[in-house]
């Protein structure tokens, strides 16, 4: 079946603009993760969403950064007024559950975001 | 906290083996590990949780050790394909993993 899909996989934009990136999660998985991966560095979580509820937005890094989820399926990270350190790619991943760590993830190909 | 992945890199020539080691200071339920090529996304390898279960690829083979907090991930006769940079995400008992820095794996023909 279809994996997740992200959407753009690549956007370049213009510090101070707003972005919005897009992820399609595997149908019928209720849990959606965003983490961002900066050069040489790990996975950084930054939002969880059981549902269409985000129960921890702890890793956003600023109040520029937000994220909803619709449906139970599609979700959209908005970055505002950009800035040259979110530079990065944006890794979405779904799960069946998000109720316990027993759950694979499964990732899709990232959005790699430039701001110049 | 972040766990802490060694080596930071490897590199192998087909058919030899190696050790991928993941400790972590926090009491862990459960250890995730995955792989990732360059420009794609990471790829679930294996899970292992707290109270022996694993599940995950065949050909892949990890051990956990609870009291230690350490997770260990082995590549026996390793294969050009199994190059790539490998994670271990550590967690509790829900659903939040934190990654570690990645381990660059290169198997060189």
């Known amino acids: 079946g279809a994996g997740v899909s992200q959407s753009p996989s690549n956007k370049v934009t213009e510090k101070g603009k707003d972005v919005e990136l897009r992820c399609d999660p595997i149908?019928?998985?209720?849990?959606l993760y965003w983490y961002r991966q900066s050069l040489g560095q790990g996975l950084e979580f930054l939002i969880y969403?059981?549902?269409?509820?985000?129960?921890?937005k702890s890793g956003l890094p600023s109040d520029r950064f937000s994220a909803e989820r619709t449906g139970g399926s599609v979700s959209t990270l908005t970055i505002q007024r950009t800035q040259q350190e979110d530079s990065a790619v944006y890794l979405c991943?779904?799960?069946?559950?998000?109720?316990?760590?027993?759950?694979?993830?499964?990732f899709g190909p990232g959005t790699r975001l430039t701001v110049t | 906290q972040q766990p802490v992945q060694s080596p930071q890199a490897v590199i192998l020539r087909e058919g030899e083996d190696a050790v991928i080691n993941c400790s972590s200071s926090k009491a862990l339920y459960s250890v995730h590990w995955y792989r990732q090529k360059h420009g794609e996304a990471p790829v679930f390898l294996m899970i292992l949780l707290k109270g022996g279960e694993q599940k995950g690829h065949e050909k892949i083979s990890a051990s956990f050790n609870e009291k230690k907090q350490q997770s260990s991930l082995y590549l026996t006769a390793s294969q050009l394909s199994y190059s790539g940079t490998y994670f271990c995400?550590?967690?509790?008992?829900?659903?939040?993993?934190?990654f570690g820095k990645g381990t660059l794996l290169t198997v060189n023909p």
């Open positions: 995400g550590t967690g509790g008992s829900n659903y939040k993993l934190t």
């Open positions: 969403f059981q549902g269409n509820s985000a129960p921890d």
């Open positions: 991943a779904s799960s069946l559950s998000g109720t316990s760590g027993s759950y694979e993830q499964y």
């Open positions: 149908s019928g998985h209720t849990a």
